[in-house]
Nanobody, 125 residues
Framework: QVQLVESGGGLVQAGGSLRLSCVAS????????MAWFRQAPGKEREFVAA????????LYADAVKGRFTISRDNAKNTVYLQMNSLKPEDTAVYYC??????????????????WGQGTQVTVSS
């Protein structure tokens, strides 16, 4: 089992920045890719970004390319999502997710086995 705990959400004005963190614990050696998803009110959960735990290859949704950056710190078992130039449409609950080997970096939600509880990000206009 892998446990995931997100932090760093909050309220920010449009154009501002936030950095989300996701700390993994438990059998982290079994995790292969880490990802961020988000769910806005009344909408389905959608992929945001993913990073491979070993190769560091990255994948981004078109909606966040050039504004968000995903990174990982293996020593701290932590994945970050740096969010710049935030827009009101980025308002959502952001979830951290981890896949089990051999599943690697992917945008497919059903490929991820472990999920955090989520952290709220609200962007005001």
């Amino acid at each position: 089992q892998v446990q995931l705990v997100e932090s760093g959400g909050g309220l920010v004005q449009a154009g501002g920045s936030l950095r989300l963190s996701c700390v993994a614990s438990g059998r982290t050696s079994s995790a292969r890719a880490m990802a961020w998803f988000r769910q806005a009110p009344g909408k389905e959960r959608e992929f945001v970004a993913a990073v491979n735990w070993i190769s560091s290859s990255k994948l981004y949704a078109d909606a966040v390319k050039g504004r968000f950056t995903i990174s990982r710190d293996n020593a701290k078992n932590t994945v970050y999502l740096q969010m710049n130039s935030l827009k009101p449409e980025d308002t959502a609950v952001y979830y951290c997710a981890a896949s089990r080997a051999p599943v690697t970096t992917t945008a497919a939600e059903n490929a991820y086995t472990y999920w955090g509880q989520g952290t709220q990000v609200t962007v005001s206009s």
